[in-house]
């Protein structure tokens, strides 16, 4: 182990996007505990700040630079006061934008993308040597390359006492990046190809984690039933395959993953789900068009009827599967038809939850070349049609709930005094009636009632095994 500094520096990770940055952002704060870092939840107080960046919609890269601005000032105030902070951007904005948010913003000392934080350490001594130096010669130290080793092998596994402070449930990248290249999709370039990491170091990690007091993992990957890692005798292990694996840790109790794609959901991974109670019958499968014209437009490589039969095949192997998905309503060229289309898959599939976006042209996609961009108040008109429709499903589904006794992981107190939270199977957060003793523990609960976002339940027994 690396000796700690005496002197502890602050650290302060804003995250936005997606789970993996949420990941990230954890294994950066890891990455820097040995430099003397300990995270805090003041920004006044950080002598380094990390803005860990999204790139996927909008006008992600200027919210980076108007953050950058208000960062700037934050500076010049610690700056009066005899002392400093440094400010990096990470992810995929810092990917994609690298050398223009440098040239843009000299404020900031670092930019690096997904792919180079075990390289963080470095790139801070760096840094920090740049900040002896006369302004004019300043540079930010840069670095977006995709470097020809893995990141994995050369970060340091998560925490044990960070672990226990972030509780009973835990993220886990086991895959990452992506090359499918949706033609609306940024992830392909700011993530890189497709890569997974060995089965013994996520089963090493996870096991880290179960020890930790971790009970429910999420497996992550940007197509994470993409995922082969090799075993110790060099074969391809696909995430069915992995899910018994790590359904032998003995106290961990529930498994997740996301985010997948339709292509690869495959047989072993479907049998999994019908073996395996330690894999939670939900799942996140983003269709994001019901229409083939606009799959094929989207280069997604299925078409409806395909995923329909991937639906089956799941409900099939688990009748209560409840299921989530992804749409984008306004692709170029996307009629009133083809988004009738949409709005039929979502009434065939019969979602529990679904989250949807107005397309957004991403520089370098091959989508910014389409001809035919849909109007903003159609786009506006379809994403709250769809939206209705999809809210009476979440809203039908809690319903459906109701009189059923359900084993929850109790996570947290409640917001009121008197009542404690956690999830379902489902991923529903319930709210019951109970003492902060019944937290760290799955407990039936009978659900009786829902609320906007939640379920309302009450304890059926003492605790389950
Ligand atoms: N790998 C996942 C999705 C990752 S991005 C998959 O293949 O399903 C998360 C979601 O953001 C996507 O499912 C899509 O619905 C949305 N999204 C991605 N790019 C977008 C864009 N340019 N405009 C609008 N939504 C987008
Ligand atoms: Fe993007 Fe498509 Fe890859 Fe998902 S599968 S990350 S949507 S390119
Ligand atoms: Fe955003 Fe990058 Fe995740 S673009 S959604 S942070 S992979």
């Known amino acids: 182990m690396t000796e700690m500094r005496a002197?502890?520096?602050?650290?302060?990770?804003?995250?936005?996007?997606?789970?993996?940055?949420?990941?990230?952002?954890?294994?950066?704060?890891?990455?820097?505990?040995?430099?003397?870092?300990?995270?805090?939840?003041?920004?006044?107080?950080?002598?380094?700040?990390?803005?860990?960046?999204?790139?996927?919609?909008?006008?992600?890269?200027?919210?980076?630079?108007?953050?950058?601005?208000?960062?700037?000032?934050?500076?010049?105030?610690?700056r009066a006061l005899g002392g400093d902070m440094m400010i990096g951007v990470a992810g995929c904005?810092?990917?994609?934008?690298?050398e223009e948010i440098a040239r843009r913003a000299p404020v900031v000392d670092m930019v690096f993308g997904p792919q180079a934080y075990h390289r963080l350490p470095s790139m801070l001594a760096r840094a920090e040597a740049q900040r002896h130096m006369h302004p004019s010669l300043k540079q930010a130290v840069i670095d977006t390359d995709f470097p020809?080793?893995?990141?994995?092998?050369?970060?340091?596994?998560?925490?044990?006492?960070?672990?226990?402070?972030?509780?009973?449930t835990a993220f886990l990248t086991v895959q990452e990046g992506c090359d499918k290249f949706c033609s609306f999709c940024v992830v392909p370039y700011t993530r890189g190809a497709e890569v997974s990491?060995?089965?013994?170091?996520?089963?090493?990690?996870?096991?880290?984690?179960?020890?930790?007091?971790?009970?429910?993992?999420?497996?992550?990957?940007q197509n994470v039933n993409a995922y082969h890692g090799v075993d110790g005798a060099g074969r391809a292990v696909g995430l069915g395959e992995l899910s018994y694996l790590l359904a032998e840790i003995s106290g961990l109790e529930r498994l997740r993953y996301t985010t997948s794609h339709p292509r690869d959901m495959d047989d072993a991974l479907i049998a999994a789900h019908r073996d395996l109670d330690i894999l939670m019958p939900y799942l996140h499968l983003p269709v994001q068009s019901g229409s083939d014209t606009i799959l094929k437009a989207m280069n997604r490589r299925h078409t409806a009827a395909e995923y329909m039969k991937v639906i089956e095949a799941i409900k099939t192997a688990r009748p209560d599967m409840a299921l989530s998905g992804d749409f984008i309503v306004g692709f170029p060229g996307e009629t009133d038809k083809d988004f009738e289309d949409t709005l039929k898959i979502i009434a065939d599939v019969g979602y529990a939850s679904a989250y949807s976006f107005k397309y957004s042209t991403r520089p370098g996609t091959p989508g910014a070349n389409l001809t035919h961009q849909i109007a903003e108040e159609v786009k506006n008109e379809r994403l709250w049609r769809l939206q209705d429709l999809v809210n009476s499903q979440t809203t039908a589904f809690h319903a459906s709930c109701v009189g059923k006794t359900l084993p929850v992981l109790i996570e947290r107190p409640g917001r009121m005094p008197g009542q404690v939270g956690g999830r379902s199977p489902y991923l529903q957060a319930v709210h019951l009636e109970g003492s902060t003793?019944?937290?760290?523990?799955?407990?039936?609960?009978?659900?009786?009632?829902?609320?906007?976002?939640?379920?309302?339940?009450r304890l059926r027994q003492a605790q389950v095994a």
Not at 93 to 98: H, N, S, T, Y
Request: aromatic share 4%; proline share 3%.
């Open 148 to 168: 020809e080793e893995d990141k994995f092998d050369h970060l340091p596994a998560p925490r044990k006492e960070v672990t226990i402070k972030r509780g009973l």
């Open 93 to 98: 904005v810092a990917q994609a934008e690298g």
């Open 437 to 457: 003793d019944l937290i760290g523990a799955i407990h039936q609960v009978e659900i009786i009632g829902t609320s906007t976002n939640s379920l309302v339940g």
């Open 197 to 221: 990491r060995p089965v013994s170091q996520v089963i090493a990690e996870a096991r880290g984690l179960v020890e930790a007091g971790v009970k429910e993992i999420t497996l992550l990957g």
């Open 7 to 78: 002197n502890t520096k602050k650290l302060f990770i804003k995250t936005y996007g997606c789970q993996m940055n949420v990941y990230d952002s954890d294994r950066m704060a890891d990455a820097l505990a040995p430099q003397g870092y300990e995270p805090t939840g003041d920004i006044a107080q950080a002598d380094l700040v990390l803005l860990n960046t999204c790139h996927i919609r909008e006008k992600a890269s200027e919210k980076v630079f108007s953050e950058l601005g208000r960062l700037k000032e934050l500076q010049s105030e610690r």
